[in-house]
């Protein structure tokens, strides 16, 4: 009924939009007729236009989230697990941590240029902290319980890391790593926008420049769609991901 309630809303204000442009309140120049936007957007869409352009951004937003999963994922743990590991780093990760990924767009194409490279690079910074904390958060809050069973049968290091402490901290890595996701897409798209010659970013933005107004909405809502299946998927997998941890939290608290 929810989502149906947001639909219904969602329909309400295409309608107002295009009465509005029809009417001639507002420029059409600028603010086109919906009905004008959709029929741009399923040319494009059946043409393959779109899904092309939005399929690269889709691949460099993935690569450069999987990417930050393997480097801040580990280390995340590891800070959680060892003081003097936290003591060492936690330093640097709360002075680069608060830096804008944007701002980091000029220093990564003056060292890589404009090329892949220099994308994924940003969108791995992107995602790296909100990971990183994640995992550290959930290592560094495992309950003082799951360690005492895990030492009363004896279990070794890596099998404690393994078997206690990275399940623990599964829904706190989760959570950080879902916080990521839409920051890869949006860090993907701008840095399309600042030096790239195809993806969303760079063909919303190519439009907007020529004036092609209705193809440049048409782009928005494509976006707009792959943000939105991107957040369903991501949610849906770790639901099923993490169905698992509160059986096994119950099972590890007797």
Not at 50 to 58: D, H, K, M, Y
Not at 104 to 128: D, E, N, Q, R, Y
Request: hydrophobic share 55%; with cysteine.
């Amino acid at each position: 009924m929810k989502r149906l309630s947001g639909i219904v809303v969602l329909c309400a204000l295409a309608g107002v939009w295009e009465c509005v442009s029809r009417a001639g309140l507002v420029s059409k120049l600028y603010f086109p007729p919906v009905s004008t936007i959709a029929a741009v957007f399923w040319e494009l869409t059946v043409s393959g236009t779109l899904p092309a352009q939005a399929g690269e951004t889709f691949a460099r937003a993935v690569a450069g989230l999987l990417a930050a999963l393997v480097l801040a994922g580990p280390l995340g743990l590891a800070m959680g697990t060892s003081r003097r590991l936290s003591a060492l780093l936690t330093p640097a990760v709360e002075l680069v941590r608060p830096v804008p990924p944007p701002a980091v767009i000029p220093a990564a194409m003056l060292l890589l240029g404009i090329g892949t490279g220099m994308k994924l690079s940003v969108i791995v910074f992107a995602c790296f902290f909100p990971i990183l904390v994640g995992a550290v958060d959930g290592a560094r809050h495992v309950e003082p319980g799951f360690r005492l069973t895990a030492a009363a049968y004896g279990l070794r290091r890596w099998q404690l890391l393994f078997g206690v402490i990275l399940p623990a901290a599964g829904p706190s890595l989760a959570a950080g790593f879902r916080t990521a996701v839409p920051m890869a897409l949006i860090v993907a798209v701008l840095s399309e926008m600042v030096g790239a010659s195809s993806g969303i970013g760079h063909y919303i933005l190519r439009m907007q420049r020529t004036f092609a107004i209705p193809e440049m909405y048409a782009g928005v809502a494509w976006l707009g769609i792959l943000g939105l299946g991107c957040n369903l998927a991501v949610e849906r997998g770790l639901s099923r991901l993490l169905g698992w941890h509160e059986g096994w939290k119950n099972g590890m608290g007797r």
